[in-house]
């Protein structure tokens, strides 16, 4: 079993940065990808960055491309999200979740999920 706890969410300024972090424990070696997702009240949680584990490989969605950046540290078992330039449109709830299957560039089958963080950016 996977257990996620996200952290580094908070307020900013529009065009500013912040950093999310997301440290995983437990049955790590069981993670295959993780990747970091987002939603509002009323809207459908979305895809925001993936990184697979082991292949490095790391997929965005368009709206936060060029702008976000995932990375992660195997060592410590931590998944990154550096946001900058960050707009209104970027406030959200931020989850993490990890997966022992992935292709396409998402995260497939049974999802582990953090508790997620509050980003809220303003003016």
């Known amino acids: 079993q996977v257990e996620l706890v996200e952290s580094g969410g908070g307020s900013v300024q529009v065009g500013g940065s912040l950093r999310l972090s997301c440290t995983a424990s437990g049955s790590t070696n069981d993670i295959a990808c993780m990747g970091w997702f987002r939603q509002v009240p009323g809207k459908e949680r979305e895809q925001v960055a993936v990184a697979y584990r082991t292949a490095g490989a790391t997929f965005y969605a368009d709206s936060v491309k060029g702008r976000f950046t995932i990375s992660q540290d195997k060592n410590k078992n931590t998944l990154y999200l550096e946001m900058n330039s960050v707009t209104l449109e970027d406030t959200a709830m931020y989850y993490c979740?990890?997966?022992?299957?992935?292709?396409?560039?998402?995260?497939?089958?049974?999802?582990?999920w953090g508790r997620g963080t509050q980003v809220t950016v303003s003016l």
């Open positions: 979740a990890s997966a022992a299957s992935c292709g396409g560039g998402s995260l497939l089958g049974r999802r582990t």
